[in-house]
Every structure is written in C-alpha cells, then in structure tokens.
C-alpha cells in the first residue's frame, strides 16, 4: 500500500526521524490557514507547497512550487489543487491523463536560512529477496532519479544489507556516513537517522522507504524533505492505524472494485483477459497467452471459493476493458468444484446478453471437470472449452487470427 508524502513523514516522526514540517490541506481555506501554522512554526514566510499524489517526479510536472509569501502561497495553492498532474512516473507518463491533485502539503523551507551550504544525499530502505536481507541504499546525488544515477554513475551508489535476524548495527549505520562524506555533527547525526529510519521500516513492516532528498542543513541537521513509503499489505492487519491512511482514490478504481467481490486483480495492457483461480496457474496461464501470440489483458485470481456471483463481476470487470478481444477461463477444480465455475460462466453469459462481444475460451480441469465441460458444450452458448493448456493456447490462437 503506498502513502501520500505527509502520512510517510507522520511515520517517520513517530519514530524520532527529523523531517520538514508542514500541514496538509484539501481547499484554499485550508491551505491559507496551513501556511500561518507552518510560518509560526519555522519562523519563516517561505514556505514550499507541495502536491499530494502516489507518483515520484512531482517536481517535474509542476506539482511543487516556492512560495515566498502568504500570496504566493495561496496563488500556489489554487494552481495545484484541482490540476491533472502529470509526471514520469503517473500512469502513461507525461502523454497520460496524470492525477487528480486532491490534497497539497505546506511545507516548511528546510534549507533555510542558508541553501548553499546544504547537502543532499539520497537515502533507501527495502527488501532484497534474493540474498534474504533488508538493504539501505544511499548515494551522494539526492535529489535525482536514482535509476538514473545508477545508470551512469554507478559508482556513487552504494549499499549496505542489514541480517534481519541481527538488525541494523552500529558499525553499518556509521559506514553509511562515512561513504557519504561527513564528519563531525553530521557524521553523528546521520548514524542516528539512519538507525532510527531503520527501526521505523521494521516496526512498520514497510516494503519501501525511500528519502529523496535526504539533506544536510547549514548547521549540521539531518533531515528527510521527501519521503516516499510502500507497506506490506500482508502485515496490515497488525497495524490499524496505517491501514486507515489508504487512498482509494490513488488507486486504479477497477482494482478496487475487484478487492470488493474478493478478486485478487491487477490491471495489464494486453488483449486477452484472464480468470483463474490460483496465482500461480494464473501467472502460467498469461505466459501461455503470451506464447499463443496474445498479451495478457490483466492477472485475475478469482479464488478457491469462486461461485456464479463472483464469476459474473469477474465478467463485468474485465469486459470494462476496451482493448480485450478474448477472454480465457482457466480453472483447476482443487477446492472450487469446476461444474460450479461453469454454472457462474453460463448464468453470467445469460444475465449480460449483449455485454460480451468477445469470444471465450474455457479450460476447467479438477473435480467435477466432466461435468462443467458437459454443462458448457450443452449450453448452446458462444463459449469454446478445452481440457489441455495447449488446446487453449491454440484456441486462444485462433480466436485472434494467429
């Protein structure tokens, strides 16, 4: 689950990490009423008013601008709010639709009083699957896409991967300080953020915490002005409170919906739309299609409970797809019984007549799969069925002209 920047910082503040203040607001009214909090509380007109989106790059797009006082801050806000922000990293990049800006941060100016003599380093936590352990990737070029920094500068990308079992130690929190290049109050005070930064991507069974920029202020302060967060939402039963700062509205509205009738469903730029039940069948069955000549229009993973209900909505969400001309039915009858798939498929071909325009290919194998077959092929319905993977492939193959 990814958060907005200023619920990312609320967790970081929790655990003792410096971050630039600033308050959230959803109208003008709002935004005016932040900027006197945050001017009070850093001593200071300017401040930086700052889109709320799930994208990176906001900067780029013009979702993040200097405000030198209240009136600019106000006109700031009123260009922000409401725009369709576009960005590298919103959905079909800078040619997309980009997103809606719904909320903007009135941030603090974190390199006062003196720009110049701030530094700004690029600081991550995450998971590294293949060696097992949690990793802390940082670099001297904040402030920049660190893909891009890998890219031609590899060398100024460093990592550290910390034994979850032992934890972050000492030595590895001051390595990262020295690799950085400071020293004296700022040698200690990175150690310290870096160690307490650790703990909250721990305790808060995080995926992703990354700091960019990470800056070094005049006096020796260390500081995350950008945070961005991604947590496990395997673990969010173990923590309400962050469950409770989810964004429907950053979400892809149909994923959504799936999450509502049960389905496990993700969105994919393909022709061909998939209902299976099992991830991993599902994942065989897009390779399948990809050998058939097709692309996967999505994963849908309708479960082991599946019965007509939910197969009709899994109908309905991916016929929502404009660019789907197939659709294939994949079930193994482990726990789900296939004759009840089948009656699902049938009940809802009958129920949205006109809706499906596309052919369908269904593959039922398990318990009952004589049966479903049987109830298919006496259906009198549009619907084509196999028993094999590769005769489905090879349906799939015909249907799209391959």
Not at 8 to 20: D, P, W
Request: charged share 25%; with cysteine; hydrophobic share 45%.
């Amino acid at each position: 689950m990814n958060l907005h920047e200023y619920q990312g910082k609320s967790i970081l503040e929790k655990y003792g990490v410096a971050i630039q203040r600033g308050v959230v607001a959803e109208t003008l009214e709002e935004a005016a009423a932040a900027y006197k909090k945050v001017q009070e509380l850093s001593n200071n007109d300017v401040v930086v008013v700052k889109a709320q989106i799930h994208a990176g790059g906001r900067g780029k797009g013009g979702g993040v601008k200097l405000a030198k006082n209240a009136d600019e801050a106000q006109e700031h806000a009123g260009n922000i709010l409401g725009m369709m922000l576009k960005t590298p990293q919103t959905p079909g990049g800078l040619n997309g639709p980009g997103k809606l800006v719904q909320k903007i941060l009135i941030a603090e100016d974190a390199y006062a009083p003196d720009f110049d003599a701030c530094e700004e380093y690029y600081v991550s936590i995450l998971m590294d699957r293949e060696k097992k352990c949690n990793v802390i990737v940082y670099s001297t070029e904040g402030g920049m896409d660190i893909e891009t920094v890998a890219e031609e500068t590899p060398e100024l990308v460093h990592k550290e991967w910390v034994d979850p079992a032992l934890g972050l130690q000492g030595f590895q929190a001051r390595k990262v300080a020295f690799n950085l290049g400071l020293s004296g109050a700022a040698f200690k005070n990175m150690t310290k953020f870096i160690a307490k930064l650790y703990t909250a991507f721990v305790e808060s069974d995080a995926s992703l915490f990354e700091i960019n920029p990470c800056l070094k202020t005049a006096d020796d302060r260390i500081v995350a002005v950008d945070c961005k967060v991604t947590l496990d939402n395997n673990a969010l039963y173990r923590h309400k409170d962050l469950a409770e700062m989810r964004d429907v509205s950053e979400e892809d509205p149909t994923e959504v919906e799936a999450q509502s009738y049960g389905l496990n469903f993700v969105n994919l730029d393909g022709n061909v739309g998939c209902m299976v039940n099992g991830a991993g069948l599902a994942m065989a069955t897009m390779d399948v299609i990809k050998l058939s000549g097709g692309e996967p229009a999505n994963f849908l993973d309708v479960g082991g409970t599946a019965d007509a209900a939910r197969v009709e909505q899994a109908f309905r969400i991916i016929l929502r797809d404009p660019k789907v001309e197939a659709i294939l039915i994949n079930i193994f009858g482990g726990i789900v019984r296939c004759d009840r798939v089948a009656q699902g498929v049938i009940d809802a071909y009958k129920n949205m007549g006109d809706e499906i325009q596309v052919p369908i290919i269904v593959r039922l194998q398990g318990t009952n799969a004589d049966i479903a077959k049987k109830m298919i092929d006496e259906s009198g319905l549009a619907v084509r069925s196999a028993i094999l993977l590769q005769e489905a492939a090879d349906l799939v193959a015909d249907v799209l002209g391959k």
